[in-house]
C-alpha cells in the first residue's frame, strides 16, 4: 500500500514537473506573470511530492519493511539511526531522490533571486534537468519497455527470476542485506548530501548561459551565476576531500587519491566549473561579453551528467571499486546526456555569430589571455581526465575490450599542466590587479622569484630531491605559493574582501607541494632484515627454490608479541597484544602498537588498528575478515597502518576449517581426545603457566559447600583459574572442580574437565592437589603441547606533508567562500 | 591572422595526437595466460580454481593460488599481499601483472563479486532468517 502510494507520489512530481517546465516555457517567450506564478507553484509542488515520497522510503527504512527491494538491499535491523537515515540515500534510487530535493531547493533560491530576463529560461532549464532526474526513478513498464527504478518496488518486482520469490511472492525477508561495514563511517553519511548539493548548484550556471542565448543577453548573466558556480564548486570540492579522506582512514590501498572513476566524477566537473569561473570573472571585470564563459557554464554540466552516465549506467562495472548495481538505466541516461549536451551546445553554435565579436588582438600581457590561459590548462585537464575515466568506451577504438588506462597515464599529463597552471596562477594576479608591460612585470616579479629560487633550492636540498622533473615540480609550486602569497598579503592591507583569487592560488601552491611529498615519498616502515632482503631483490640477487630471480618485494612488518624491532634507525616498534572488550563491531580486536624513539628519548605513542568480521559477507563457515587502519597524523608526516594478518585471526580460521571437516566427514561422532595432546602441569597459588596459544593463571582456591555434591564427599575444591590467550587483554575464569568421595571403603577422586573456551576438544582437568604445599595439578587435554609464537603482520607507511594536502585544499576552500560571499554581496545590493 | 589560426590548428592536433596516441598506449586489453607471456603488464581474466590450494605464506609473505583463464589455462598466481575480502565469492578475478616462467606475479587484483541485482543468492535469506529469528 504504501509502495503504492510512494509511486504515485513520484508519478506526481513528474507530472508536476513537466507543467511547470511548460508552464517557464510560455512565460519565457509571452512574458506574463500568471504563468511564472503559476509555474512556481507547479514546481513547489513537485518538490512536496518528492518530499513525501523521500519521507515514505525513510519511513519504510525505519520501520523495517523488508518486502521493498530497497529496504531489503541497503539496511538491516541493526543499524544504528544515522545509517539508517543515510541509507536513504545509500542507494542509486534514493540518491537520486536526494539529488531532487537538494535541487528543488536551489530552483527555490532561483525564483527568488532570479531576475528578468533571465528568469524564465533558468527556470524552464532546471525543470527540464529535474524532469529527467525524475524519470530515473519513475518504474514505468509497458511489457519490456520500462522507464526508471522506483524506489518502492517490492521485491517480487525487483526480483522476478528469484526462484525462492516465485514459490511464495508473498515471502518477506526477517533482514535485510544491510550496510557495507566499510560505509558506517561519519564521513560517508555527509558525503552524499554536499555532493548533490554542488550537483543541484552546478545545474545553474548551465540554465544562466542557455537563458543568455535565450534572450540574446551575453553579458549580464554571469553576475547572478557567479555566486551559485563558486558555491558548487565548494560543495564539490568538499565532497572530494570527504572521499579522499574517508578513503584513508578507512581502505586499506593507502592513499586519498587512486584516480577511481568515481573519484574523477566529481573532479572532472569542478576542473571545469573552475575553468568557468575564471571566464566569468574576466568577464565581469571587463564587462564584455565572452563566448568562453557561455562554453565552460554548458560543459560543466555536461560533465556532471556526464559522469553520472559513466557511474551509474553499469558501464564502468570492470574497472571501478564503485560497485553501483547496474539498474537497467543505460538507455535513459544516454538520453539525458545526449540533450543536454545537444541542446547546450546547439543554442551555443546557433547564437554564435549573434554573439558580439571580441577583440581577437592577442595580447600576452592582458588579464583576459593570461585569465584565459588558466582556463584553457583547466580545461584540458578535465578533458585528459574524463578521457581516462573514459577508457571503456573510447579504449575501443584500439583495443577489444579495454583495460582502465595505467596511472601513470593520468600522472604524466596532469603534472606537466598542473606545473603550467601554477607559473599562470602568478602571472594571472600580477596582470589582473595592475596593468603591467613586460618590465613592471619583471621588476615586481624579481623578489617573489628570488625568494622562490631559495626556498625552492633548501626544499630539494633537505629533503634529498635528485628527481629533475621533481625539482623543476617544486620550483614552480613554491613560485605559485610565494608569488600569490605577496599579492594576497597586498591585498588584504588594502581590501581584504577580494582576495578570494589570491588565497585559492595560494592553497592550489600547497597543494602541489603536499601531492608530490605525499605520493613520491611515501616510504613503507620496514625492519633492517627486510630491507636488506628488498634491496637484494633489487639486485636480482634473490632467487626461489625453482632458481628463478625473485622480482616481488616484501612490504610487512612482521612482529613478535613483546619484540620490539628498529625501524628506520627510527622507532622501536612492540606488538604489544590486541583487545577484544568493548568493541563497536562484534569480534573486533583492536591492535596496541607501540611506537618509540629508537636511541631512547622522544615522545612515544601508540596505534590501534582494527581487524573485525565483515558481517554482511560472513557466513557460519567462513568468516570475511575486514581492515580498519589507523593513522597518526603530524604536520610534518602521518604513519598509516592497518593488519594484514595476525595469529588470532589465523587460529579463528583453523578453528571454522576443523569445524567444516568435522561437520563434513563425521557428523555426531565425538573425537577421540588425542593422547599425544595431553600435559600435565603444576602450578602454585598465584603462578601462571604458558601453554600453546594462552596462559594459565592460578588465582586461589576455595572449598566448595559438600551439599551439592555427594553424602560420600571428604573434600571438594575448585580451583580459580584465569584463562588468558595471550596478547588479548581479557580472560576468562575456569573453576574446575577436585573432590575425592568415599565408595565401598576406598577414595576415589571425582574431577570433571572443564572445556577451555576457544578450543576446539581441548579441556583443563583439576586432577591432584598436594595437601602439604597447596601445589596443584592440572591435566590439559587437547592442545598443542608447543607453545605458539603470538604475531602480527603489518603493513605499515610513512606519508609525508599529507597534511600539507589538506591544508592546501582548506585553502581554497576558504577563498572560494570569500568570492562567494564577495559576489553574493554585491548581488544583493543591485536587486 | 591566417598564419595563427593555422599555428593553433596545428597546436590543437599535435596535442590530441600526442595525447590519444599516449592514451592508446596505456590501455591494455583483458587478455589470458598464453597471450600474457609476452606482454609486459597483463591483465588476465579468470576465476579461482578451488581444487587447488591457495593461501597465504607467512614465510615468503605472499598469497598465491591457481586461476583458470578464459580459455582454461589454468596458471599459478602470486601476490605480495594479503588474500583480499572477498576473494572467495568472486565470481571472477582479474590480474594485473607479469607471466614469468609459467607464473604470473600480479601486482594487483581486481575482484567482480556477483551481481546483487536479478540473481540475489536465496541462502541470503535462509541465513539471515536462521541466524536472526
Redesign the interface.
Known sequence: MIGFIGKGLVYAAFLSAILAAIGYFLYSQKDEERYFKISNWLFGLQGLFILAASVLLLYLVMTHQFNYYYVF?YTS?DLQLKYLISAFWGGQEGSFMLWMMLATIVSFGLMKWTRKPYRGPVLFFMALSQIFLLTMVLGFHLGDFSIGASPFRSLAQ???????LQANPN?V?????GLNDLLKSPWMVIHPPILFFGFSMMTVPYCYAMAALWKRKYNEWVDPALPWTLGANIALLTAIFLGGYWAYVTLSFGGYWAWDPVENAALVPWLLGTAGIHMMVVQRKKSAPSKASIFFAIIAYVGIVYETFLTRSGIL??SSVH?F???GLYGQLVVFMAVITLIGLGMFIYRYNDMPKQN?E?NLMSREFMTFSGAMVLFLLGL?IA??TS?PI??R??????????V??YN??TMPLAMIAAILTVFGQYIFWKRQDPESLARELTWPVAATCVISLATIMIGGIHDIYYMLYILTAWFALIGNGVIMVRLLMKNPKVIGGALTHVGFGLLLLGILASSAYNSNLLDLATKNYNQAVEQGKVTDD?G?KK??????L?LKLNQPKIINNKYKVTYEGYTLKNQARPGQQQYRIKFEPADGDGEQFTMNPQVYP?LS?S??Q?I???VDPDVRSGLFSDIYMYV??SSYVEQKNDELTKQNKKTEAQPASATEPDTSKTQKIKLQKGESVTVADFDIHFKNYSPVDSTSLQDSTIVAVRAHLDINPRGSDSSIPINPLFSVYKKNGENWSYAPPVSIPGHDGGSIQFSSVDPSNGQIELTIRGVDKKVKDQ?V?L?AQEKPFISIVWIGTFLLMAGFTVSIFRHWDRERKKS | ?KP?LILGIAAIVGFTSL?MY???N?????TNFKQASNME?A?VVGTLDKSKDFG?S?KT??FSFYMKDQNGNVRRV?Y???KP??F??AKRL?VIG?M??G?F?A?DM?M??P??????D?S??S???A???
Open positions: 538491499e535491523r525487483a526480483m522476478p527470476n528469484a526462484p525462492f515471502f525477508p526477517q533482514d535485510g542485506k562495472a570492470d560497485s548495481v547496474d539498474l581577437n592577442l585528459i578521457l581516462g577508457a573510447i579504449g577504438l584500439f583495443v577489444d575490450n579495454p583495460t582502465p588506462p595505467e601513470s597515464f604524466n599529463w625453482q628463478f622480482t616481488q618485494k616484501v612490504n610487512f612482521e565483515m559477507a557466513t557460519s567462513n570475511q575478515w575486514s594484514s594478518g604475531w603482520l603493513v | 591572422m595563427k595525447l599516449n592514451f592508446g596505456s590501455i591494455s586489453t583483458y603488464s591483465h597465504f607467512m609473505k605472499q602470486i605480495p599481499k594479503q575480502n572477498n572467495e565469492q582479474v607479469k614469468k616462467n607464473v606475479y601486482n581486481l567482480k563479486c551481481s546483487k541485482y536479478n540473481n540475489t536465496p541470503q535469506f541465513k539471515n532468517n541466524s536472526k529469528s
